[in-house]
Nanobody, 125 residues
């Protein structure tokens, strides 16, 4: 399976970005997805997850109300809409995919078996 993220960049505080992650090589519509991020000097942390059916979404407290995860199974793509960005959102953002049929949205990175290469998001204050 291959995951390719895009949409990162430099944005001012208070601005918005939309990340995309395109998947290939797997039954995407049966696989739950997630976004994680890693800031310099910090461990990778959970951001948001969405079940394979899009019926369940989960968010880290730090992004709840500002970020929205969604998916388009016809395009094999998951999105992360990020609004009202602040400097603490600066990180490399990774998408991850669970094996098909292995469960719903999860915060645990070990439940995801494939990861993208990451896309840099930098928020200037």
């Amino acid at each position: 399976v291959q995951l390719v993220e895009s949409g990162g960049g430099l944005v001012q505080a208070g601005g918005s970005l939309r990340l995309s992650c395109s998947a290939s090589g797997r039954a995407f519509s049966l696989s739950s997805m997630a976004w994680f991020r890693q800031a310099p000097g910090k461990e990778r942390e959970f951001v948001a997850a969405i079940s394979w059916s899009a019926s369940t979404g989960d968010y880290a407290d730090s992004v709840k109300g500002r970020f929205t995860i969604s998916r388009d199974n016809a395009k094999n793509t998951v999105y992360l809409q990020m609004n009202n960005l602040n400097s603490e959102d600066t990180a490399v953002y990774y998408c991850a995919i669970r094996p098909p049929g292995y469960g719903g949205a999860s915060r645990r990175p070990q439940t995801y078996d494939s990861w993208g290469q990451g896309t840099q998001v930098t928020v200037s204050s």
